[in-house]
């Protein structure tokens, strides 16, 4: 293994681990990656990081880091090429409540929406219109701006839309037929874009002893 290059924790379609691989992409750091299946986690991600969720970025020096988002503000430390981490105090608190927005209190709902049977208190069409708050506020902002936070992507976007696309996955015809088209084209370029496509690779669950694979950076 090459003990020169982070180790990242990843399982593919969680819109948490997405979101990190993203900014490492985005940022040009290369890093090991390790699949992970949820039902059979590895001793070596339970041993660095008792929560057991993903991603968790194992550093050159040994330091872990189990928080997406502080993962994305790590690889945006290493380089922010196009300035998702906006120097402008103001732009930099909408991206920060935007995140929040999204990760507190969108999430739980998009959590009951997609797996409804687990919460039988209420109904999926509740926990849909309960997220759909989230979706009416972004809608309002991109009719407003072509990005979340301006005229180009930051954090806020790159952070929150993986979650808008397992949103939209749930029921894919209510989505497509909802109120929200600018949102929709928002999607949609982010789902086309070489950058999510570079993200989206599939690798078999890595085991002790497995030949590393290395996620270089978009060039």
């Not at 982070?6 to 948490?16: D, E, G, Q, S, V």
């Not at 072509?146 to 954090?155: A, I, P, S």
């Amino acid at each position: 293994m090459n003990t020169k290059l982070p180790i990242l924790y990843t399982f593919r379609r969680c819109p948490y681990a997405i979101r990190a691989r993203l900014a490492i992409a985005y940022s040009g750091q290369a890093v090991v990656w390790r699949e992970v299946l949820l039902k059979e986690k590895p001793t070596e991600l339970l041993r660095l990081s008792p929560k057991a969720t993903v991603p968790v970025l194992q550093l050159v020096d040994g330091r872990v880091i189990d928080e997406s988002l502080e993962i994305m503000l790590w690889a945006l430390e290493q380089s922010d090429p196009e300035k998702w981490l906006d120097e402008n105090r103001n732009k930099l608190s909408h991206i920060n409540e935007l995140i929040q927005k999204n990760d507190f209190h969108f999430k739980p709902n998009l959590d009951r929406y997609k797996y409804s049977v687990r919460y039988p208190e209420s109904t999926a069409i509740n926990y849909r219109n309960l997220g759909e708050r989230f979706l009416e506020h972004l809608e309002r902002r991109l009719t407003l701006t072509t990005y979340l936070v301006g005229e180009r992507k930051t954090l806020a976007d790159t952070a929150i839309f993986p979650f808008i696309r397992q949103f939209s996955g749930v029921d894919p015809e209510w989505f497509q037929d909802a109120p929200y088209p600018k949102l929709r084209y928002w999607l949609q370029q982010w789902v086309e874009s070489e950058l999510f496509q570079h993200v989206m690779p599939k690798y078999a669950q890595w085991k002790e002893g497995n030949t590393p694979i290395v996620f270089p950076a978009l060039n």
